[in-house]
């Protein structure tokens, strides 16, 4: 294989069928947004989540715009020359003057390119007239080195699962937004639908169960855990990162005390430490702090653990009430939940500086008692307003002087 056959618009004017045939994806109208900045754009995220579906149908937007010989991609899971050589290349077959013409190029997968940060610093600093675009599956392994070595010339992005709204456009599932209800039981067919195959664009039409756990666990779970982490961070132990994935999604929204999971799993609290940021960092869990008007001490509290998808929650038979929590924040990331003694409240959204609590029941005729923890965070707090989500109920009550709204899951989701 050659460059040429992975920039087939050189001849043909147009990106690949198969990129051409899927639907853009919500980031995609921000990241355009940038194109004409001279900063460096990062994109990064889960393994599997469409990171290169996404470069390429920005290349379809450029070449709208620009020859079609000023775009140049490039995969270091194909190839592994020196950035300076494949512009090189490139510069010889497409005979283009790097100084007087706009070129854009895109390095997909560049970890897998020793030294690629402070090749890229040099090539940004002294060809100004080329806009690159890279991308990669591991946080921590480009964000250390962008910071280091590209401070100030990049600006980062990140590509999550599929939101249930992105997935239902996939589907191309249309409905009138002004009647929903009409629309209810289909609706809510995709959503059971979506919560197994976990937002991955690439299981949009598998409807066989056993064919999603093995994607899950063979192309996603086992890949980072086993080849992307212990490269970037030359681990010994891979099985440790297996067993501390197994907890979360097994328990999803778990209280994570990292002096109790060292000593049951028989190591120290600084490995098992590490090794949960390696997951975070590899996009396979996430964090939520316990919520503090002091910044600091929120830091300091314990943490929950999700699993990034709920088809981790599934692989890992994690009860139902769990995954549709884990199912909430995946759709709005969320950075806090609240636990005080025994009253919790599942979310806090902060934004704007506005607090909602937000309280996920899959259920209906919830009692006041269950919600105790939601209704004494709006007192403390002095909110008038607080969410819970049901299962299928709607209402809107007055409790102890506060406004609670019950809401359905799925409606919640796509109003979101």
């Known amino acids: 294989m050659k460059i040429e056959d992975i920039n087939p618009w050189w001849t043909t004017s147009t990106i690949q069928k198969e990129f051409l045939k899927l639907e853009r994806r919500d980031l995609f109208n921000e990241?355009?947004?940038?194109?004409?900045?001279?900063?460096?754009?990062?994109?990064?995220?889960?393994?599997?989540t469409g990171k290169t579906v996404l470069l390429h149908h920005i290349i379809d937007y450029l070449l709208k715009q620009f020859p079609k010989e000023n775009i140049l991609y490039y995969n270091f899971d194909l190839f592994d020359e020196t950035?300076?050589?494949?512009?090189?290349?490139?510069?010889?077959?497409?005979?283009?003057?790097?100084?007087?013409?706009?070129?854009?190029?895109f390095l997909d997968e560049v970890q897998k390119h020793d030294n690629w940060e402070n090749e890229l610093k040099v090539l940004y600093d002294n060809f100004p007239n080329i806009k690159f675009f890279i991308s990669g599956s591991s946080s921590l392994f480009i964000e250390k080195k962008t910071k280091e070595s590209l401070a100030g010339r990049?600006?980062?992005?990140?590509l999550k699962p599929l939101t249930f709204k992105e997935y239902l456009k996939l589907k191309k599932f249309s409905f009138d937004e002004?009647?929903?209800?009409?629309?209810?039981?289909?609706?809510?067919?995709?959503?059971?639908?979506?919560?197994k195959m976990g937002g991955f664009p690439e299981l949009i039409e598998e409807n066989d169960e056993n064919k999603i756990s093995k994607y899950v666990k063979e192309l996603v779970i086992d890949k980072i855990i086993y080849i992307d982490i212990p490269k970037a961070f030359k681990i010994e132990e891979p099985e440790l990162l297996s067993r501390i994935l197994s907890i979360?999604?097994?328990?999803?929204?778990?209280?994570?005390?990292?002096?109790?999971i060292a000593s049951d799993l028989k190591r120290n609290r600084k490995t098992i430490s590490n090794y949960a940021l390696y997951l975070e960092k590899a996009f396979l869990i996430k964090k939520v702090y316990n919520y503090s008007r002091n910044v600091l001490t929120s830091e300091k509290k314990m943490k929950r653990f999700y699993p990034s998808s709920t088809s981790f929650s599934f692989l890992f038979n994690a009860e139902q009430g769990r995954i549709i929590e884990n199912l909430v924040l995946m759709n709005y990331d969320f950075r806090f939940f609240s636990r005080e003694g025994d009253k919790e409240v599942d979310f806090i959204e902060t934004d704007k500086n506005r607090i909602t609590p937000i309280e996920v029941k899959y259920a209906d005729n919830i009692k006041e008692k269950e919600i105790k923890g939601l209704l004494n965070f709006m007192e403390k707090n002095s909110l008038k307003k607080g969410i819970v989500i049901t299962k299928s109920s709607e209402d809107k009550k007055m409790i102890k002087g506060s406004n609670i709204q019950f809401i359905p899951l799925w409606k919640w989701l796509l109003e979101k």
Do not use: A, C, W
């Open 178 to 195: 002004k009647r929903m209800s009409l629309y209810k039981s289909e609706i809510e067919k995709h959503l059971n639908y979506y919560l």
């Open 248 to 260: 979360i999604s097994s328990n999803p929204g778990i209280i994570f005390d990292y002096e109790s």
């Open 154 to 158: 990049s600006f980062s992005f990140i």
């Open 83 to 105: 950035i300076e050589n494949i512009l090189e290349y490139y510069q010889d077959k497409v005979k283009l003057d790097f100084k007087k013409e706009k070129i854009f190029v």
């Open 31 to 48: 990241l355009i947004n940038f194109i004409k900045d001279k900063q460096i754009i990062t994109l990064t995220g889960l393994r599997r």
